[in-house]
Every structure is written in structure tokens, then in C-alpha cells.
T-cell receptor
Framework: AQTVTQSQPEMSVQEAETVTLSCTYDTSESDYYLFWYKQPPSRQMILVIRQEAYKQQNATENRFSVNFQKAAKSFSLKISDSQLGDAAMYFC??????????FGEGTQLTVNP | KAGVTQTPRYLIKTRGQQVTLSCSPISGHRSVSWYQQTPGQGLQFLFEYFSETQRNKGNFPGRFSGRQFSNSRSEMNVSTLELGDSALYLCASNRGTEKISPLHFGNGTRLTVT
């Protein structure tokens, strides 16, 4: 069975600084997809960034980028120039086909002014 | 484009009752999936519907069921409610035909069972 592990239950960062959230996963599949979602207090899960496993190039979306290490099964999220609005619970997620996502436990990110 | 809409936002029910939650996907999305979120178990997949057929199912008892209508709207039903069913129930939609297509989530329904 696929599992996703986020080893940092909580992280904090100063506004304008950079923070990295860790995620590791376990799978025997070769074709899969990885995502980072954020969940603010409004409860809605919002897609932050996605990565296809067959792509070696790390995905980037504005201030958000990933470090995808396929051999190590690691998928960390880097947030640059952190903003107060980045404060949320961040979930790493994995899927193969269909719409079944396997989520990690989440990392609560606090941004300090 | 309107997002995923879940109703109601909050529900309070008593043990033994049943409940129905509703989800309207983004226009054009044919896949709707449901997740349960609790502090203890995290986010767990319940099931996925695509074109009115259940395409995938998680590890939940038969008390949890769902269906999808021809307009892609979906309902989830929980019968004989237990205290442990108290959770945030999230619905998500996507086109369902592309592997990389991300899920778009609604705001969830907070169910409290007393």
C-alpha cells in the first residue's frame, strides 16, 4: 500500500523568509503524481503545486517550488518570501490513476510577522 | 467558473440517525470523490464516482454509501450514525479522464454526531 509521511507536524517561518516542508512516500508504482495542498482555516483544500513522477524537472509555481528526489522517494516543498497568507495546514498527497489521493498527516505552518 | 459546492456546511445529528450530504462539482467535471477528515485518522478516501458509477472505494463500512446523478452532482449517505463518524467530509471533483488532473475541493461539511 502507498503511504505518505510528513515528519514535521508544525513549522514556523518569519515573513519574507524561506521555509521547506518535508514529505516522503512509499510506492512500488513507476507512474504516479504528487501534490501539495494547503488548507487554511476556511477548510477548503487548495492545490499549491503538482509533479509528475516521470518528469525529472522540479515543478515551480511562483514562490512555491519542489525538490523531487524520485530514488529517495522524497517530495519537499519550498516556500520563498513567505507571506502571512501562507499560514495554513499543508498536505502532501500521492496518486496513481483515478481520483484516489493518499495524504500525509499534514504540517501546520505559522508565518510570524 | 463556480467551484465545488457542498451543502450543508454544518450538521448535528444523533447516534443512530442517518444523514445525506450533497456535492455539486465544477461544471464539466465528471468525477466526484469523497474524503473524511478527522484529527485522529487524517484524510481518508471514501469513494469516487465517475459518470454515475462508483469507480473506486476506500476502506469504510457499508454504512457509508454514495451516488452520482446524470448532472454529476453527488450525494453521500451515512446510516446508523456513530460518534466516530463526527468529521469534516470533503468532496472533490475533476474531469476524471486525465491522470494529472488535480482534484478541486469544496469547503466541506462538518458533521457532529452526539
Amino acid at each position: 500500500a502507498q503511504t505518505v509521511t510528513q515528519s514535521q507536524p508544525e513549522m514556523s517561518v518569519q515573513e519574507a523568509e524561506t521555509v521547506t516542508l518535508s514529505c516522503t512516500y512509499d510506492t512500488s508504482e513507476s507512474d504516479y503524481y504528487l501534490f501539495w495542498y494547503k488548507q487554511p482555516p476556511s477548510r477548503q483544500m487548495i492545490l499549491v503545486i503538482r509533479q509528475e513522477a516521470y518528469k525529472q524537472q522540479n515543478a515551480t509555481e511562483n514562490r512555491f517550488s519542489v525538490n523531487f528526489q524520485k530514488a529517495a522517494k522524497s517530495f519537499s516543498l519550498k516556500i520563498s518570501d513567505s507571506q502571512l497568507g501562507d499560514a495554513a495546514m499543508y498536505f502532501c498527497a500521492y496518486k496513481t490513476s483515478g481520483s484516489r489521493l493518499t495524504f500525509g498527516e499534514g504540517t501546520q505552518l505559522t508565518v510570524n510577522p | 467558473k463556480a467551484g465545488v459546492t457542498q451543502t450543508p456546511r454544518y450538521l448535528i445529528k444523533t447516534r443512530g440517525q442517518q444523514v445525506t450530504l450533497s456535492c455539486s462539482p465544477i461544471s464539466g467535471h465528471r468525477s466526484v470523490s469523497w474524503y473524511q477528515q478527522t484529527p485522529g485518522q487524517g484524510l481518508q478516501f471514501l469513494f469516487e464516482y465517475f459518470s454515475e458509477t462508483q469507480r473506486n472505494k476506500g476502506n469504510f463500512p457499508g454504512r457509508f454509501s454514495g451516488r452520482q446523478f446524470s448532472n454529476s452532482r453527488s450525494e453521500m449517505n451515512v446510516s446508523t450514525l456513530e460518534l466516530g463518524d463526527s468529521a469534516l467530509y470533503l468532496c472533490a471533483s475533476n474531469r476524471g479522464t486525465e491522470k494529472i488532473s488535480p482534484l478541486h475541493f469544496g469547503n466541506g461539511t462538518r458533521l457532529t454526531v452526539t
